[in-house]
C-alpha cells in the first residue's frame, strides 16, 4: 500500500498534478480552484517531498521509481488513464508514469531532464544553492520575504513574477525546499540522467516554458527531440521555472487546452 499524501477536488475525467524538485503539491494552490471545476484534480506529493516519506532505502530515487510510486497510489484510488500536469521534476515524472500506463495527455512545464547527458553544472550549483541557503539561512529568507523586493530577491530564481507572490506562498516555499527529506537523493538520482525513450507516446502532449525561465536555460536543458514528434510547444510570458503562482489563470487555459485537444493522437 502506497503512503503517498494528496489532496483530490473537483469533479470530472481525472488529473493528476506533480509537483517540481524540493517542492510540494500545495505548489498548485493557485491553479486548483479553477482545474476543479473541470477536472478531478489529484495534486500530489512525490516521495520524500511534502507530507510524503521518502522511498525505502534500497530504492533509488530516480524519476522512474517516482512514477511506479504515483502509480501506485492511482490504483488505489481506482484512476485510470488521467491526465497529467507536471513541473521540472514532475514533467520528467510525468513521462516516465505515462510509459508504464495510460495517460489521456501530458502538460509538461520547464521539465526536467532536457539536457543532453548530464544535468548541466548551472543548473546542479543553483539547486544546491538553494537547497543549503533554505536549510541553513531559513529563518533569514523567512524575514526578507515579507516584503516584495525581498520575494524577488529569494525567489527570482523560480519565478518570474516574485514581487507578485503572497509572503505565505514564499515562507511554504522555502519551507518545504529546507526541510524535504528527498532533495538530496532525488537530486543525485537524476544529476548523470536524462529524458529518453519517449518519442512513441501516443497522448496529447504540451511542453512549456516560461519566457522568465533562468534555471533550465535554453541552450542546456531545451532537447525537444526526446519528446513525441507531435507535442506541442507553447510559451508562458512573463513566468518562471515555476510558473503555476507567477500566471495561475495561463498555467490553467494551457492545461484545459491540453486535455481537450480535438486531434487526439
Given at each position: ?166 509572503a505565505e506562498y514564499a515562507r511554504s516555499a522555502i519551507r518545504s ?43 542546456q536543458s531545451r532537447r525537444l527531440d526526446q519528446l513525441p514528434p ?6 508562458l510570458p512573463g513566468c518562471g521555472h515555476v510558473p503555476i503562482a ?20
Amino acid at each position: 500500500m502506497t503512503n503517498l499524501a494528496f489532496t483530490r477536488t473537483g469533479a470530472g475525467a481525472p488529473i493528476v498534478l506533480l509537483h517540481a524538485l524540493g517542492l510540494s503539491r500545495r505548489t498548485w494552490d493557485p491553479v486548483v480552484p479553477e482545474l476543479a471545476g473541470h477536472f478531478d484534480v489529484v495534486a500530489v506529493d512525490l516521495p520524500g517531498f511534502g507530507d510524503s516519506p521518502p522511498l525505502p532505502a534500497d530504492t533509488e530515487p530516480a524519476p522512474a521509481a517516482l512514477a511506479e510510486a504515483v502509480a501506485g497510489l492511482l490504483d488505489e484510488l481506482g484512476v485510470t488513464a488521467p491526465h497529467v500536469v507536471g513541473n521540472s521534476l514532475g514533467g520528467w515524472v510525468a513521462l516516465e508514469l505515462a510509459s508504464i500506463r495510460a495517460v489521456a495527455s501530458l502538460t509538461l512545464l520547464s521539465p526536467a531532464g532536457l539536457w543532453r547527458s548530464r544535468t548541466p553544472r548551472y543548473a546542479l550549483a543553483s539547486l544546491h544553492t538553494s537547497r543549503w541557503l533554505a536549510r541553513h539561512a531559513g529563518g533569514l529568507l523567512m524575514t526578507l520575504v515579507g516584503s516584495r523586493p525581498g520575494r524577488a530577491l529569494v525567489l527570482g530564481q523560480t519565478h518570474g513574477r516574485p514581487t507578485r507572490l503572497t509572503a505565505e506562498y514564499a515562507r511554504s516555499a522555502i519551507r518545504s525546499l529546507g526541510t524535504c527529506p528527498g532533495f538530496d537523493a532525488v537530486l543525485r538520482a537524476t544529476t548523470a540522467r536524462h529524458i529518453e525513450g519517449f518519442t512513441a507516446l501516443n497522448a496529447p502532449v504540451t511542453v512549456a516554458f516560461g519566457s522568465r525561465d533562468v534555471l533550465l536555460l535554453p541552450c542546456q536543458s531545451r532537447r525537444l527531440d526526446q519528446l513525441p514528434p507531435h507535442t506541442r510547444v507553447d510559451r508562458l510570458p512573463g513566468c518562471g521555472h515555476v510558473p503555476i503562482a507567477d500566471d495561475p489563470d495561463a498555467v490553467a487555459a494551457l492545461v484545459v487546452r491540453t486535455a481537450t485537444r480535438l486531434d487526439r493522437i
